[in-house]
C-alpha cells in the first residue's frame, strides 16, 4: 500500500525527535508541519534535511488537519495547548499519537477519553518509557511471576533541570501542569502498568528548592516543583513510591527501578548497561538478565530509541487497524496521580482519587 502520510504538531526539541524517528520508518511519508513559530519551523526544516521540500509548513494546527495531505497525526505541542488540538483532532477521524501529559488537568483528561469512545480512529498517549530496554526487560520478568505477588514498587529519578523551552512556557506550572504531571506521569504510567490495578490515595511532600530561583518572565517568578517524594497506594494493596529530584546530575543512574515481591525482587537502571537484575529471597541470590537494545531502531534520541519503538507501533496499529497500546485512558491515570500529588503538597493531607470522581 502506499506510503501513510503523517503530520506534526508542534516542532521544538519532542517534535524535532519525532520526525527522526518517522524518517526512519520506511511506511511513512512526513507530509506536513505545523507551529505558530518561525524558530522551530526552522528546526524542522533542518532536522528533514533534503526531505524539506517536500513537506508543506503551516503556522496553525487547524490549517494543516485542513489540509488533507494527512492520513494520521502526531502532537508534541506544548502541554497547555494538548487539549484545544486534541478538540480540534478528534472531530475528525485521524490516528493521533499525543505527546505526554495527555493534558494538564484531571478534568482535561476525562473530556478527552470521552471524545475518544465516539470514535474508531485511536488515540496513542506518548507515555514511551515503557518502551526502554530495561525497564520492558523489568515489565517482562515482573509478568512471568518470577518475584511471586507485587507488593511494592519504587522509581527514583535523579537528574538534571528541565531544559529551556520555547518561550520558557516549561517554567510555569500553569503551562506544564506542574511537575509531577509534566515529568511525572512517564513513572506514574509505569506504576498503574506494573501494579494492574487503580490508585486510590495518593501522598506527597516536595517544593522549589534549587532550579530556577531566580528566573522572572514578564515580573512573574517560576514555580517549577524541583523535588518530591510520592506514595501512591492502589486498590489490590500494592504500594509505590516515587523519589524525584531534578538537581542530582552527578548520579550513576538517571532512573532506578525496584519490584519487590513476596518471593523476589527486580530491578533495572537507565541508562542500563543492557541487563537487569532478579533477586531470589529463598536462595539470598542474585541473576543477572539480559536486555539489550531492539537493533532495528533507527534512531536512539533523547529516550534510548523508545519513541522511536512507539513511533514505530503507533504506525504499525494505524496500517494493521489495531488497538492503542497506550491509550487515552492510561493517558488519564497517569496524570491522575500527579495532579493528586501536587494537591496533597498543596494541601498538606492525603488525597482520595475519588475526590476527582473517578
Known amino acids: 500500500m502506499s506510503d501513510l502520510r503523517v503530520g506534526l504538531?508542534?516542532?521544538g526539541m519532542?517534535?524535532?525527535?519525532?520526525?527522526?524517528?518517522?524518517?526512519?520508518?520506511?511506511?511513512?511519508a512526513i507530509t506536513a508541519v505545523s507551529d505558530p513559530n518561525e524558530e522551530p519551523l526552522n528546526w524542522a526544516t533542518k532536522t528533514l534535511g533534503d526531505r524539506a521540500n517536500s513537506v508543506t509548513q503551516f503556522t496553525s494546527h487547524e490549517a494543516l488537519l485542513a489540509s488533507g495531505l494527512i492520513d494520521a497525526v502526531l502532537v508534541a505541542s506544548p502541554n497547555y495547548t494538548h487539549k484545544s488540538i486534541?478538540?480540534?483532532i478528534l472531530s475528525t477521524n485521524l490516528p493521533v499519537l499525543v505527546e505526554k501529559p495527555m493534558c494538564t488537568t484531571v478534568e482535561d483528561c476525562i473530556s478527552v477519553v470521552q471524545a475518544q469512545?465516539?470514535?474508531?480512529?485511536?488515540?496513542?498517549v506518548g507515555l514511551?518509557?515503557?518502551?526502554m530496554a530495561p525497564i520492558a526487560g523489568l515489565l517482562q520478568e515482573l509478568r512471568?511471576?518470577?518475584?511471586?505477588?507485587m507488593k511494592m514498587m519504587s522509581i527514583r529519578e535523579h537528574r538534571f533541570p528541565f531544559l529551556v523551552k520555547v518561550d520558557n512556557w516549561n517554567r510555569f506550572s500553569k503551562n506544564t501542569g506542574g511537575t509531577l504531571v509534566e515529568k511525572c506521569c512517564h513513572f506514574f504510567d509505569l506504576m498503574n502498568l506494573a501494579v494492574g490495578s487503580r490508585p486510590v490515595r495518593v501522598m506527597a511532600s516536595g517544593g522549589q528548592d534549587v532550579n530556577h530561583l531566580d528566573e522572572v518572565y514578564?515580573?512573574?517568578?517560576?514555580?517549577i516543583l524541583d523535588n518530591a517524594y510520592v506514595i501512591v497506594e492502589y486498590a489490590n494493596g500494592v504500594r509505590t513510591m516515587l523519589d524525584l529530584s531534578m538537581f542530582a546530575e552527578g548520579g550513576q543512574h538517571e532512573q532506578e527501578i525496584t519490584v519487590v515481591g513476596d518471593k523476589g525482587k527486580l530491578e533495572a537502571f537507565v541508562p542500563g548497561n543492557g541487563k537487569i537484575f532478579v533477586g531470589d529471597r529463598s536462595l539470598r541470590a542474585v541473576q543477572e538478565i539480559d536486555v539489550p537494545t531492539d537493533p532495528d531502531i533507527a534512531h536512539m534520541g533523547f529516550h534510548f530509541g523508545a519513541s522511536f519503538i512507539e513511533c514505530k507501533r503507533f504506525v504499525d496499529a494505524v496500517l494493521n487497524?489495531?488497538?492503542p497500546e497506550v491509550t487515552a485512558v492510561d493517558g488519564l491515570w497517569s496524570v491522575v496521580i500527579g495532579a493528586a500529588a501536587h494537591k496533597s503538597i498543596d494541601e498538606s493531607r492525603p488525597v482520595l482519587v475519588s475526590e476527582y470522581g473517578l
Open 321 to 323: 487497524n489495531t488497538p
Open 86 to 88: 486534541l478538540d480540534d
Open 218 to 223: 514578564n515580573g512573574v517568578r517560576s514555580d
Open 117 to 124: 469512545e465516539s470514535r474508531s480512529a485511536i488515540t496513542w
Open 144 to 149: 512471568s511471576g518470577i518475584i511471586g505477588n
Open 9 to 11: 504538531i508542534g516542532t
Open 128 to 131: 514511551e518509557y515503557r518502551y
Open 14 to 28: 519532542m517534535g524535532c525527535e519525532h520526525l527522526r524517528n518517522l524518517m526512519g520508518l520506511e511506511s511513512v
